[in-house]
Protein backbone atom coordinates (compact mmCIF):
# COMPACT_ATOMS: atom_id res chain seq x y z
CA UNK A 1 0.00 0.00 0.00
CA UNK A 2 1.72 3.33 -1.04
CA UNK A 3 1.13 6.40 1.18
CA UNK A 4 -0.24 9.45 -0.29
CA UNK A 5 -0.38 13.04 0.40
CA UNK A 6 -2.18 15.71 -0.49
CA UNK A 7 -1.09 18.93 -0.66
CA UNK A 8 -1.77 22.93 -2.48
CA UNK A 9 -5.15 23.69 -0.89
CA UNK A 10 -5.74 27.02 0.32
CA UNK A 11 -7.68 30.35 0.11
CA UNK A 12 -8.78 31.47 -3.22
CA UNK A 13 -11.00 34.31 -4.68
CA UNK A 14 -14.00 33.23 -7.13
CA UNK A 15 -12.42 32.81 -10.31
CA UNK A 16 -9.34 31.66 -9.05
CA UNK A 17 -6.98 28.86 -10.26
CA UNK A 18 -5.15 26.27 -7.37
CA UNK A 19 -3.09 23.13 -8.24
CA UNK A 20 -3.15 19.93 -5.70
CA UNK A 21 -0.50 17.89 -5.82
CA UNK A 22 -0.88 14.05 -4.33
CA UNK A 23 2.57 12.64 -3.72
CA UNK A 24 3.08 8.79 -3.60
CA UNK A 25 5.66 7.09 -1.27
CA UNK A 26 5.78 4.49 -4.48
CA UNK A 27 5.38 4.54 -8.05
CA UNK A 28 1.42 4.63 -8.80
CA UNK A 29 1.92 2.50 -12.26
CA UNK A 30 0.27 -0.62 -10.84
CA UNK A 31 -2.63 0.46 -9.88
CA UNK A 32 -5.95 1.10 -11.88
CA UNK A 33 -6.78 4.71 -11.32
CA UNK A 34 -6.18 7.54 -9.56
CA UNK A 35 -8.45 9.92 -8.28
CA UNK A 36 -9.67 13.00 -6.87
CA UNK A 37 -12.59 13.35 -4.60
CA UNK A 38 -13.73 16.06 -2.32
CA UNK A 39 -15.95 16.08 0.77
CA UNK A 40 -18.05 19.10 2.67
CA UNK A 41 -19.20 18.69 5.84
CA UNK A 42 -22.25 16.56 6.15
CA UNK A 43 -22.21 15.41 2.61
CA UNK A 44 -20.55 11.60 1.32
CA UNK A 45 -16.96 12.02 -0.31
CA UNK A 46 -17.82 12.57 -4.24
CA UNK A 47 -15.39 11.19 -6.81
CA UNK A 48 -14.42 14.56 -9.28
CA UNK A 49 -11.61 13.50 -11.49
CA UNK A 50 -10.61 10.32 -11.86
CA UNK A 51 -7.06 9.11 -14.48
CA UNK A 52 -6.98 5.31 -15.37
CA UNK A 53 -4.60 4.80 -18.30
CA UNK A 54 -4.50 7.63 -20.35
CA UNK A 55 -8.43 8.74 -20.22
CA UNK A 56 -9.84 10.82 -17.79
CA UNK A 57 -13.25 11.50 -16.28
CA UNK A 58 -14.85 14.71 -14.82
CA UNK A 59 -17.77 15.10 -12.64
CA UNK A 60 -20.30 17.62 -14.57
CA UNK A 61 -19.89 20.05 -11.91
CA UNK A 62 -15.98 20.74 -12.44
CA UNK A 63 -15.79 19.60 -16.55
CA UNK A 64 -13.66 22.09 -17.88
CA UNK A 65 -12.41 23.20 -15.18
CA UNK A 66 -10.60 21.21 -13.74
CA UNK A 67 -7.55 18.60 -14.76
CA UNK A 68 -6.28 15.89 -13.56
CA UNK A 69 -2.65 14.50 -14.39
CA UNK A 70 0.37 12.18 -13.42
CA UNK A 71 4.23 12.58 -12.78
CA UNK A 72 5.40 8.94 -13.16
CA UNK A 73 8.60 10.09 -12.45
CA UNK A 74 7.58 11.93 -9.42
CA UNK A 75 4.76 9.68 -8.61
CA UNK A 76 2.91 12.68 -8.32
CA UNK A 77 -0.82 13.29 -9.35
CA UNK A 78 -2.03 16.93 -9.97
CA UNK A 79 -5.62 18.14 -9.87
CA UNK A 80 -5.36 21.84 -11.90
CA UNK A 81 -8.39 23.44 -10.53
CA UNK A 82 -9.91 26.82 -12.55
CA UNK A 83 -12.22 28.87 -12.26
CA UNK A 84 -12.75 28.38 -9.12
CA UNK A 85 -16.42 28.22 -7.26
CA UNK A 86 -17.60 28.90 -3.94
CA UNK A 87 -19.35 25.40 -4.33
CA UNK A 88 -15.40 23.89 -4.34
CA UNK A 89 -15.16 24.53 -1.48
CA UNK A 90 -13.99 21.56 0.68
CA UNK A 91 -11.92 19.02 1.42
CA UNK A 92 -10.03 17.28 -1.53
CA UNK A 93 -8.55 13.71 -1.19
CA UNK A 94 -6.37 11.38 -3.95
CA UNK A 95 -6.88 7.95 -3.60
CA UNK A 96 -5.99 4.68 -5.30
CA UNK A 97 -8.83 3.04 -7.12
CA UNK A 98 -9.20 -0.18 -7.71
CA UNK A 99 -11.22 -2.89 -10.07
CA UNK A 100 -13.82 -4.66 -7.87
CA UNK A 101 -16.16 -6.91 -9.78
CA UNK A 102 -16.72 -4.74 -12.60
CA UNK A 103 -16.59 -1.41 -10.06
CA UNK A 104 -14.27 1.46 -9.78
CA UNK A 105 -13.71 1.64 -5.85
CA UNK A 106 -11.13 3.88 -3.93
CA UNK A 107 -8.64 2.79 -1.69
CA UNK A 108 -10.56 1.86 1.67
CA UNK A 109 -7.68 4.55 3.31
CA UNK A 110 -7.55 8.10 3.39
CA UNK A 111 -4.88 10.97 3.91
CA UNK A 112 -5.44 13.68 5.59
CA UNK A 113 -6.28 15.67 2.29
CA UNK A 114 -6.15 19.22 1.97
CA UNK A 115 -8.68 22.14 2.47
CA UNK A 116 -10.12 24.32 -0.12
CA UNK A 117 -11.45 26.97 0.14
CA UNK A 118 -13.30 29.72 -2.56
CA UNK A 119 -14.49 33.19 -0.96
CA UNK A 120 -14.54 36.75 -1.43
Known amino acids: QVQLVESGGGLVQPGGSLRLSCAAS????????MGWYRQTPGKQRELVALLRGGDTNYADSVKGRFTISMDNAKNTVYLQMNSLKPEDTAVYYC???????????????WGQGTQVTVSS
Open 26 to 33: GSLLSFVA
Open 95 to 109: NTVFLVHGTLVPDRY
